[in-house]
């Protein structure tokens, strides 16, 4: 554990991964974020420094976590030119666990090997609690030696490792998480439709659930996000902006294959619905205020 860590992007994951190592024993050294006010708040229950600048974080660190939002911010940490993690970046390893498009981790990896850095991309299938307890399901992309060299900060993440996998060169992580979210955002959207039209019906939504748990319609979404459908308690683990997202990614996946996905792109067409009316930032659940009658004005942001 003599690596010391920089986090940059402390929000609900990065935060919570930033704590996990910190429990473990790990050294974390910097924290950056683009709110300064998030940052400093991490840094000082951390016991770490505030990082003003990019490149003072590279500086502070042997591997930098980057948990950012979207493919504008993993360009901007990266950039080649001005404040950039690659500032000294030599000898460096960068750990991207952002969900970003599959060619976003390729440039990122070219960029820190120019500099004599290295990159990974370390894509997550969970979510909050799973960040803080050190079992999230990792799937990564990049070197395999710069893999084996990590895999003991990486496994302190992964349930020790059982939820830890290689799955190829950069990118192809990034692809197999653009089809995982692709799919999960499907099977969130069908669930949001079958219960608003069972609840028009006037169906009892709890045997209705109940019944879809036993038969072909069960999905593991119906247990993360049945209830809070039901309840329209919309507390954010995975935002709605996010899904539109990464739908869009798993499109031009898509598009670039040459293939037609029309239920990825009626889901895309929901969650960017559910984005511009300004419900953005409700958990992907918040999809069920457009399929349940009288709703789509008022979402609940109840505390869980």
């Known amino acids: 554990m003599s690596e010391r860590i920089g986090v940059v992007g402390v929000g609900r994951m990065g935060a919570n991964m930033a704590r996990r190592l910190k429990n473990q024993g790990y050294q974390v050294t910097a924290i950056y974020d683009v709110r300064p006010e998030a940052a400093a708040a991490i840094a000082q229950e951390l016991g770490c420094a505030h990082a003003t600048r990019?490149?003072?974080v590279t500086a502070a660190s042997?591997?930098?976590?980057?948990?950012v939002t979207d493919d504008k911010a993993m360009e901007k940490v990266f950039a080649k030119k001005g404040d950039s993690l690659l500032i000294g970046a030599k000898g460096?390893?960068?750990?991207?666990?952002?969900?970003?498009?599959?060619?976003?981790?390729v440039e990122v990896e070219k960029r820190a090997a120019k500099v004599g850095a290295h990159s990974l991309e370390a894509c997550m299938a969970s979510s909050i609690n799973q960040a803080l307890n050190g079992t999230l399901y990792l799937m990564i992309g990049g070197q395999e030696a710069v893999f084996n060299a990590l895999k003991p900060l990486l496994s302190k993440l992964s349930d020790d490792g059982k939820l830890l996998r290689y799955i190829g060169p950069a990118g192809k992580a990034g692809q197999v998480k653009a089809l995982v979210n692709m799919v999960m955002n499907i099977n969130t959207a069908g669930l949001a439709e079958g219960l608003g039209l069972g609840s028009a019906l006037g169906l009892d939504l709890k045997t209705l659930m109940e019944v879809f748990s036993q038969t072909g319609a069960n999905s593991r979404v119906l247990a993360t996000d049945g209830e809070d459908?039901?309840?329209r308690d919309h507390s954010c683990f995975f935002s709605a902006s996010h899904a539109a997202k990464d739908s869009g990614i798993a499109l031009a996946l898509g598009k670039k294959a040459k293939l037609k996905l029309p239920l990825a792109a009626a889901t895309y067409a929901q969650y960017t619905k559910l984005t511009k009316l300004g419900f953005g930032e409700l958990d992907k659940s918040g999809i069920a205020e457009l399929t349940f009658k009288g709703r789509g004005k008022k979402p609940s942001r109840k505390k869980k």
């Open 54 to 56: 990019l490149a003072d």
């Open 229 to 231: 459908m039901v309840n």
């Open 92 to 105: 460096r390893t960068f750990v991207n666990c952002a969900t970003v498009s599959p060619a976003t981790h």
């Open 62 to 67: 042997d591997v930098v976590l980057t948990v």
